[in-house]
C-alpha cells in the first residue's frame, strides 16, 4: 500500500506536495478530480488500494487566503475588497483553475471524498504528516513553508470578521464547517 496525496487548494498544498516527493502519487489541485490527470491517477491509486489523504483548513482563514490568491492572479480588481471577494460570483469566469480554487472543500472533494482514509486539517498538519510517516514507516521528511500569505496567525480574526460578513462566508462555505467540522464561531480560530 502506498500513498495518494488528493491535493486541495488554499490548504498548505504546496507544502503537503513537496513532502510527498516524486514518489507519492499526488492529483493536481488545478483541475477537478474527475478530470484528467487527476481521473487517471485516482483510479491508479484505488486499484493499487493506496490510502488516500488529503489537507483542509479553516474556511475563516482559507477564504482570506483565497481572497489573497484572487488579488495577487488577477482573478479580481486590485482594488477588490474582502467583502466584495464574499459577493463575486467566481464561477462566472469560466476558468477552472478559478473554480477549483475558490469552490468549497466539500464540494471539490464530493466525488471521492467517502473514499479518503484521513482528512488532515492543516491547523495540525505537522503532527498529522509525522503521524503518517510512523503509520506507513516513511522516513522524516522535510515540512517547509510555501506560498504563505501576507496575513498573520496573529490576526485578530474576531475584529475583521463582522457580522455581516460572518453571514457572507456561511453562506459560501457552510458546509465545510459542516463536514470538516469547524467551529462557526469567528472567536474559536
Given amino acids: 500500500m502506498s500513498l495518494l496525496y488528493v491535493r486541495t487548494a488554499k490548504t498548505a498544498s504546496s507544502t503537503v506536495n513537496d513532502w510527498?516527493?516524486?514518489?507519492?502519487l499526488v492529483t493536481f489541485n488545478q483541475r477537478f478530480l474527475d478530470h484528467e490527470p487527476n481521473e487517471k491517477n485516482i483510479k491508479i491509486g484505488l486499484e493499487r488500494k493506496d490510502y488516500l489523504f488529503t489537507t483542509v483548513r479553516n474556511p475563516f482563514t482559507r477564504a482570506l487566503s483565497q481572497w489573497q490568491q484572487a488579488l495577487k492572479s488577477n482573478w479580481v480588481k486590485k482594488d477588490t475588497s474582502?467583502?466584495?471577494?464574499?459577493?463575486?460570483d467566481f464561477r462566472s469566469s469560466q476558468s477552472e483553475h478559478i473554480d477549483t480554487h475558490m469552490c468549497s472543500l466539500t464540494e471539490y472533494l464530493s466525488p471521492l471524498l467517502c473514499k479518503i482514509n484521513k482528512i488532515i486539517k492543516i491547523e495540525n498538519l505537522e503532527k498529522?504528516?509525522?503521524d503518517l510517516e510512523k503509520k506507513f514507516n516513511l522516513p522524516e521528511r522535510r515540512i517547509?513553508?510555501?506560498n504563505q500569505g501576507n496575513y498573520r496567525k496573529e490576526m485578530d480574526y474576531h475584529q475583521f470578521y463582522s457580522p455581516e460578513r460572518v453571514k457572507k462566508l456561511m453562506k459560501r462555505y457552510e458546509e465545510d464547517f459542516d463536514t470538516f467540522q469547524y467551529s462557526k464561531n469567528v472567536v474559536d480560530i
Fill in 128 to 130: 498529522e504528516l509525522r
Fill in 20 to 24: 510527498c516527493g516524486p514518489e507519492l
Fill in 144 to 146: 517547509g513553508s510555501f
Fill in 82 to 88: 474582502f467583502d466584495d471577494f464574499l459577493n463575486w
